[in-house]
C-alpha cells in the first residue's frame, strides 16, 4: 500500500530516516521542522513531486491548524500521521533543572503533537487511516534526570492508547512506538549542544540507528488493516535494565 504520510520532524534523525523510507517506498510525504534549509534538501534529495515541505514550529498552535487547513491538493488525503517531532532539553535533577527546558519539552512533546492529531482526525477518521506516535522507554522506565521528559513520553503512550478507545470502530490504526538508545541529534539537543557527550554516550555499545526505527515504523504501517500493533518497546541489546537507588543515612 502507499499514500500519504505526514512526518512531524523531518529534519533529523528517526523523522529524516522515515520520510526516506515511506518516499522510497512511493509514499508522498509531507514533512515539516523548524529548519527550512534542511526541508529543502529533503525535497530536493527525495523529488519535489514526493515531498511537501512545511516550515512548522510544533509549538505554534495557529500555525500548525493554518498549516493542515492549507495542504495542497496532492497532499491533504493524508493517510499516516508520525508523530515525531520531539526533545529532551537539560540533563538536571529536578531541583536544578531550568523551567523553560520543561516548558519546551511540554510544548512541543505533548501539546503540539495533540494540537496536529486533533486538526488531521476528520482526514484519519476518512480515510481509515494511522497514527504512529514516538513515544519512548523513558516513558515507561524512571531513570535519573529524565524527569519532564519522561513524563511527557508517559503521555504520548498513554494519549495513543486512549486514542485507540476513542477511535473504536473508525478503522484508524494507533501505534505507540517506545525506543531505548537510538544515535541520532537527540542528545546533541539535550545538552545544549555538547557533540563529545553525544559521542561518548553511544561509544561502544552499538546504539540503535534511525534507521532501525525507521525501518520499524514502515513495518507498523506496512501491517495488514486489520491488525493494530498497540505499542512497541525496541531497544540495543547493549542496553537493559538498572537497579533501584538506595540511599543510606
Ligand atoms: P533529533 O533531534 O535527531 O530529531 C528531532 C526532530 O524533532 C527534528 O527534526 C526537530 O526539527 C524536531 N523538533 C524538535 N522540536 C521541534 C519544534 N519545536 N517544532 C518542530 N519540530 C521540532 O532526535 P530523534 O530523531 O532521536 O527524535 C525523534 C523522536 O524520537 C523524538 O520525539 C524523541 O523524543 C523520540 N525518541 C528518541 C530516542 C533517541 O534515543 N534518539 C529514543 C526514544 C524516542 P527542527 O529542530 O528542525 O525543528
Ligand atoms: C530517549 C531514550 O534511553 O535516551 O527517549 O532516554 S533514552
Not at 517506498?25 to 526541508?39: F, H
Not at 531541583?95 to 516548558?103: G, H, I, Y
Request: aromatic fraction near 6%; charged fraction near 20%.
Amino acid at each position: 500500500m502507499t499514500g500519504t504520510v505526514l512526518i512531524t520532524g523531518a529534519t533529523s534523525g528517526i523523522g529524516a530516516a522515515a520520510a526516506r523510507r515511506f518516499a522510497g517506498a512511493g509514499y508522498r510525504v509531507v514533512a515539516t521542522g523548524r529548519r527550512r534549509e534542511r526541508l529543502d534538501a529533503l525535497a530536493a534529495e527525495l523529488g519535489a513531486e514526493k515531498v511537501h515541505a512545511i516550515p512548522l514550529d510544533m509549538r505554534d498552535e495557529a500555525a500548525i491548524l493554518a498549516a493542515i487547513a492549507s495542504l495542497p491538493a496532492a497532499f491533504k488525503d493524508v493517510d499516516i500521521l508520525l508523530n515525531n517531532a520531539g526533545l529532551a532539553k537539560g540533563m538536571e535533577t529536578a531541583q536544578e533543572a531550568d523551567l523553560a527546558n520543561w516548558r519546551e519539552m511540554v510544548e512541543t512533546n505533548v501539546l503540539g503533537l495533540v494540537t496536529i492529531t486533533r486538526a488531521l482526525l476528520p482526514t484519519l477518521i476518512a480515510r481509515k487511516g494511522a497514527i504512529i506516535n514516538l513515544s519512548s522507554i523513558a516513558g515507561t522506565y524512571p531513570y535519573r534526570f529524565g524527569n519532564v521528559y519522561g513524563g511527557t513520553k508517559a503521555f504520548v503512550t498513554q494519549f495513543s492508547l486512549n486514542l485507540r478507545c476513542d477511535l473504536h470502530g473508525t478503522g484508524v490504526r494507533v501505534t505507540s512506538i517506545e525506543p531505548g538508545m537510538v544515535e541520532t541529534e537527540f542528545t546533541v539537543v539535550r545538552t545544549g549542544g555538547d557533540q563529545a557527550a553525544s559521542d561518548a554516550l553511544y561509544a561502544n555499545m552499538d546504539p540503535m540507528t534511525a534507521e532501525d526505527i525507521a525501518e520499524t515504523i514502515f513495518w507498523v504501517a506496512s501491517q495488514p488493516k486489520h491488525l493494530n500493533l498497540n505499542r512497541i518497546e525496541i531497544m540495543p541489546v547493549n542496553q537493559s535494565f538498572a537497579g533501584f537507588a538506595i540511599a543510606r543515612n
